[in-house]
C-alpha cells in the first residue's frame, strides 16, 4: 500500500514569508508525528497527534510554529513569518496503533525547506 | 536526561566485511531502542527494533542489533557489506510518544 507522502518535497521562500507543509500518512494510522532534521541539531521533535488532538507540542520550536490536523487524517505543519534558522528537512511519520514507546514510525520522504 | 549516543560520525568499511555501527544508551527503566536508515534523499526506514527477550534481534537487509544491558548498549551488524549499505543509521529509544534520535552515523561501504 501507499506510504506516508509528503508536499511539496522542495519549498525555497523568503525570509518573512508563510509556509505550509502537508503529511498525507498511512491509511488508519492513528498516530502523526513532525520532525525536523537540519545539520547542526540531527533529528528533533516538533508535534505528535493522536487522532485529530495534539496532547504534545512540546517540540515546536516557537510560536511561530503551528500544526494542525483534520479528519484523523492529513496534518499542515505551519510556519509563520519564516527565519534562516528554519531551513531543514521536515519529516512527518506515522504509526497504526496508538503512540506508545515501542511502535514503529513509518516516514515519509520529507520537505526540504530553504529560507533565503 | 534520556539519550541515546552514537559515538562514530563515520564508519568505513570494504565491501563482504562484516560492519558495525555504535549505539549506547542511557535510558530508565526498559529501553524500547530501533534502528533506521536513511538513504540519499529519502526518508527513513525502519530496520528493526528491541522490545523485550532474545538479546539478537534481526531486521531488514540481513541486519541484526545485539542488545547488551551491563554495556548499555545496541549495536547494528551485518555479518558481510554490500556497496548498497551506504547510508546514514539513526539509532533511536522510544520516549513518551515520540522517538529520539541519535545523531546518525554515516555507513560508507567501499567496493
Known amino acids: 500500500g501507499a506510504g506516508v507522502s509528503q508536499s511539496p518535497s522542495n519549498k525555497v521562500t523568503e525570509k518573512g514569508k508563510d509556509v505550509e507543509l502537508r503529511c498525507d500518512p498511512i491509511s488508519g494510522h492513528t498516530a502523526l508525528y513532525w520532525y525536523r532534521q537540519s545539520l547542526g541539531q540531527g533529528l528533533e521533535f516538533l508535534i505528535y497527534?493522536?487522532?485529530?488532538?495534539?496532547?504534545?507540542k512540546s517540540g515546536l520550536p516557537s510560536d511561530r510554529f503551528s500544526a494542525e490536523r483534520t479528519g484523523g487524517s492529513v496534518s499542515t505543519l505551519t510556519i509563520q513569518r519564516t527565519q534562516q534558522e528554519d531551513s531543514a528537512v521536515y519529516l512527518c511519520?506515522?504509526?497504526?496503533?496508538?503512540?506508545?514507546?515501542?511502535?514503529?514510525?513509518?516516514f515519509g520522504p520529507g520537505t526540504r525547506l530553504t529560507v533565503l | 536526561a534520556q539519550s541515546v549516543a552514537q559515538p562514530e560520525d563515520q564508519v568505513n568499511v570494504a565491501e563482504g566485511n562484516p560492519l558495525t555501527v555504535k549505539c549506547t544508551y542511557s535510558?530508565?527503566?526498559?529501553?524500547?531502542l530501533f534502528w533506521y536508515v536513511q538513504y540519499p534523499n529519502r526518508g527513513l526506514q525502519f530496520l528493526l527494533k528491541?522490545?523485550?527477550?532474545?538479546?539478537l534481534v534481526k531486521g531488514s537487509y540481513g541486519f541484526e542489533a545485539e542488545f547488551n544491558k551491563s554495556q548499555t548498549s545496541f549495536h547494528l551488524k551485518k555479518p558481510s557489506a554490500l556497496v548498497s549499505d551506504s547510508a546514514l543509521y539513526f539509532c533511536?529509544?522510544?520516549?513518551?510518544?515520540?522517538?529520539?534520535f541519535g545523531q546518525g552515523t554515516r555507513l560508507t561501504i567501499n567496493p
Open positions: 535510558v530508565s527503566g526498559n529501553p524500547y
Open positions: 497527534f493522536q487522532g485529530n488532538s495534539a496532547p504534545d
Open positions: 533511536a529509544f522510544g520516549g513518551a510518544q515520540k522517538l529520539v
Open positions: 511519520a506515522s504509526s497504526y496503533r496508538a503512540a506508545s514507546y515501542y511502535n514503529e514510525q513509518f
Open positions: 528491541y522490545i523485550t527477550g532474545d538479546n
